[in-house]
């Protein structure tokens, strides 16, 4: 096919977009093309801009915009309690909820042998060493529900038990607003489990 | 929500491409503070590249990487036959087929009088003039099958019949290795009207 040298060169990088397939990266690609040089510009500043200005916390690796994040540095928040996330983005997602109000610990990934992503990997001592130096008592484990996730909460539960604190895992269920007959068996098994008295 | 700066800046950049809501540009903002400079530069640069080199044909209105395209300047290329399409991309679309060997025209849109175009907005005129001078003998019309396509359709049809030429539309039906039974009615009842002897 007589796809033009530059066109070919933006679909390949915008296909490495998490969800962008060919079709998709092309239907961009000819969006930019449409877009004025000022606003294509504006977009890729806003790239550039994000990456050079964002970082992640240098003590619980979460999104910040210096060497600390605003969550570490919020003298108003319950420093006692900490969640244990995988990704940045989960620290939004729990932000969002306006329900939380301790620190955080983003893992940067989950246990995964299979991809070689060991307790090391995701510097699981620097975890433990946080914990016993800030005096944390509880530690809420918000891995994602599924077998890395579920294997990292494991691991970190036995890592933590010597500590003698409370560690505790966001509960699984049915999601609000669900509908029983929509569940899938092992969410509905779960919800069976965690059930509690009313 | 404490949503930093630059990440909102760059999640709104992305929510302006097609398909991409609020979800997917966050994924695709984490995606790209997770990657190198290097590689968020990379990807900024072939943006602006492509915005830069890319433009299109004075003649004919594809991607073009000069003032002409290489279809137009293509001398093996049957100079009798025309196809006019919509956008820009379905040039690419049909090249990838290897049937057609005429040349093309883009409309760079469709009649849609809702939204305010009309047959000045397409330059429908300069179309008739190229057709008139170049001695095209068959127009293939490859506008989308849709209302506004169908009525672009319908008014080049008319706009050329004075000029006494072929005008064709390329075939509605069921799509190859597609299913009668998952077929919605009016590509059924399209197919039924196409139908040919065998």
Redesign the interface.
């Known amino acids: 096919?007589?796809?033009?040298?530059?066109?070919k060169?933006?679909v390949?990088?915008?296909t490495?977009?998490?969800?962008?397939g060919q079709k998709?990266a092309?239907?961009?690609?000819?969006?930019?093309?449409g877009?004025s040089?000022e606003d294509?510009?504006?977009?890729?500043?806003?790239?550039?801009?994000?990456?050079?200005?964002?970082g992640f916390c240098s003590t619980c690796g979460s999104?910040?915009?210096a060497e600390l994040c605003?969550?570490c540095t919020d003298l108003k928040r319950d420093n006692k309690l900490l969640c244990v996330v995988q990704?940045?983005?989960d620290v939004?997602v729990l932000?969002?909820t306006g329900q939380y109000n301790g620190l955080y610990h983003v893992l940067h990934g989950a246990l995964s042998p299979l991809d070689g992503i060991g307790p090391e990997e995701l510097k699981l001592d620097k975890l433990v060493s946080r914990i016993k130096d800030k005096e944390i008592s509880e530690v809420i484990i918000a891995t994602n529900p599924n077998v890395e996730g579920d294997a990292t909460a494991g691991y970190l539960a036995r890592l933590l038990s010597p500590l003698l604190i409370r560690v505790t895992r966001i509960a699984f269920g049915l999601p609000v607003g669900g509908d029983i007959e929509y569940a899938d068996d092992l969410t509905l098994s779960r919800a069976l489990d965690g059930r509690r008295e009313i």
Chains 1, 2 share one sequence.
């Open positions: 096919m007589a796809y033009p040298g530059y066109l060169k933006l390949e990088a915008l490495r977009f998490p969800g962008i998709s092309q239907r961009i690609a000819f969006y930019l093309l877009c040089r294509v510009v504006a977009i890729a500043r806003a790239m550039i801009e994000a990456k050079d200005k964002l999104l910040a915009e605003i969550y990704e940045p983005r939004l932000e969002r």
